[in-house]
Nanobody
């Protein structure tokens, strides 16, 4: 089964940018549907973006971009114009591609450990 490891989180000022990476092993990401989720303190885990039939949460549209490098077996989340409300732990997640695209966390079987993103205002 595929294992996912996120990196690239950190502290950034509002208006800045970060690029998160999700490196996969034990499986080829082109066989999986991959998404990004985030969870802020005291809140439920929420959808951010999914690759394939690419979709974004309304709160990040026009600011975040999800992409994949098949040669590196890695999925990225480019985050621009960051806001304080983007502060959260960001998770990469995946499920075997089925022809359906899901944005609910319980549809994703594989998860990374998460990476903290903190945006200072």
């Amino acid at each position: 089964q595929v294992q996912l490891v996120e990196s690239g989180g950190g502290l950034v000022q509002a208006g800045g940018s970060l690029r998160l990476s999700c490196a996969a092993s034990g499986g080829t990401l082109s066989s999986y549907t991959t998404g990004w989720f985030r969870q802020a303190p005291g809140k439920e885990r929420e959808f951010v973006a999914v690759l394939g039939r690419t979709e974004y949460a309304d709160s990040v549209k026009g600011r975040f971009t999800i992409s994949r490098d098949n040669g590196k077996n890695t999925v990225y989340l480019q985050m621009n114009s960051l806001k304080a409300e983007d502060t959260a732990v960001y998770y990469c997640a995946a499920y075997r591609t089925s022809g359906f695209y899901y944005i609910t966390p319980n549809r994703y079987a594989y998860w990374g450990q998460g990476t903290q993103v903190t945006v200072s205002s």
